[in-house]
């Protein structure tokens, strides 16, 4: 099945400094993939659908200058907190959809980040 | 008012028991409907679709009814590895195909 790689799986940084998430989709080509946030006991939030050769589209309430999100192949997305804070400190969840084959959407495994 | 809505629990349940979780949604326009799993700090899991017509996997029932835009699933003999939050999802209309979660119903299985 359809596998999406993420890292990395948690990271510690200092308020201030920007932190760099991968998701990789392993065995499909993803066009389309979804940035998700989750605070502690709370759902997961859409920030953006992040689209292969084109700028990401934000939901509302998001900053796009504060998560910038790249999506430079058919396999590769990647979002960076920037001058993080540690109001920033989340669960981040990207997910993928190989439209190819119609498999539900797959989820990476998460960043848990923490902001000091 | 919150796209889907979800009673967030928690269930406490002894094993063995039946327990029915259910979600509403607020777009009539949405297209598909799922119900995941999530266990504590992982990423969510897709448990089952769910289709008009109700569909059935193993222990695990789901309903929908778009007239009343209501979402169920009913859980049979619980198992303590059951014990997880149950996500209600809809996939809304539009280009991209978001998927839109509901907060989560925890459900705890005792022994």
């Known amino acids: 099945g359809a596998v999406v790689s993420q890292h990395p799986s948690w990271v510690i940084c200092k308020s201030g400094t920007s932190v760099k998430i991968e998701c990789r989709s392993l065995d499909f080509q993803a066009t389309t993939m979804f940035w998700y946030r989750q605070f502690p006991k709370q759902s997961l939030m859409l920030m953006a659908t992040s689209n292969e050769g084109s700028k990401a589209t934000y939901e509302q309430g998001v900053e796009k200058d504060k998560f910038l999100i790249n999506h430079a192949s058919l396999t590769l997305s990647t979002l960076t907190v920037t001058s993080a804070h540690p109001e920033d400190s989340s669960f981040y969840i990207c997910s993928a959809r190989d439209m190819a084959t119609n498999y539900g959407y797959t989820f990476g495994s998460g960043t848990r980040l923490t902001v000091v | 008012r919150k796209e889907v809505e979800q009673d967030p629990g928690p269930f406490n349940v002894p094993e063995g028991a039946t327990v029915a979780f259910n979600c509403t949604y607020s777009?009539?326009?949405?297209?598909?409907f799922f119900w995941y799993r999530q266990d504590c700090r992982k990423e969510p899991k897709l448990l089952m679709s769910v289709y008009s017509s109700g569909n059935e996997d193993g222990r695990f029932t789901a309903q929908l009814n778009r007239a009343s835009q209501y979402i169920s699933l009913l859980i049979r003999d619980s198992k303590l590895s059951d014990s997880a939050t149950y996500l209600c999802?809809?996939?809304?209309?539009?280009?991209?195909?978001?998927?839109?979660f509901g907060a989560g119903t925890r459900l705890a299985v005792h022994p």
């Open positions: 777009n009539s326009a949405s297209q598909s």
């Open positions: 999802v809809v996939n809304n209309a539009g280009g991209y195909n978001k998927l839109i």
